[in-house]
């Protein structure tokens, strides 16, 4: 198993953050290898919702589900995501500080197949990941782009 955590500063209100995070369907705005994001549970989103996604990985696409674990909006957002890959539990929690959130993430990853047996190079490739999708999301909303 690989364990991936991080944390960074958003310079915008700690619901506006959490809201927008929630929201799996925004997630192909700044994460350019989600393809696609559906949510296939009911509205309004909240514990226990389930979002279809798919996820290009090279050359290939990797269908996944998500579902919400956890949610305390706006400290915490639990999640369980599974894929033919591998599978992800862990949380984002949303501080709120002067200049805006504090928000961090801790994931276990738990590989499938061939990459069982690299847990050491999943965790490295993913922390890089996780930093560079959570940029581009503060870039994101950092910038004058529509929230909706």
Not at 108 to 137: K, T
Request: charged share 30%; with cysteine; proline share 7%.
């Amino acid at each position: 198993m690989a364990r991936i955590e991080g944390e960074i500063l958003i310079c915008r209100p700690v619901e506006e953050v959490f809201d927008f995070v929630a929201d799996e369907r925004n997630e192909p705005r700044y994460n350019p290898r989600m393809i696609s994001v559906e949510l296939t549970s009911a509205e309004p989103i909240g514990l226990g919702s389930r979002f279809r996604a798919e996820l290009r990985t090279g050359r290939w696409r990797m269908p996944m589900t998500i579902e919400f674990t956890g949610f305390d909006r706006p400290r915490r957002l639990a999640s369980s995501t599974h894929s033919s890959m591998m599978d992800t539990v862990g949380a984002l929690t949303f501080e709120p500080t002067s200049e805006g959130t504090r928000m961090r993430w801790s994931w276990d990853v738990q590989p499938r197949g061939m990459l069982r047996a690299m847990p050491a190079i999943v965790g490295a490739i993913g922390r890089r990941q996780e930093q560079s999708i959570w940029a581009n999301l503060k870039r994101l909303l950092e910038s004058d782009t529509p929230r909706s």
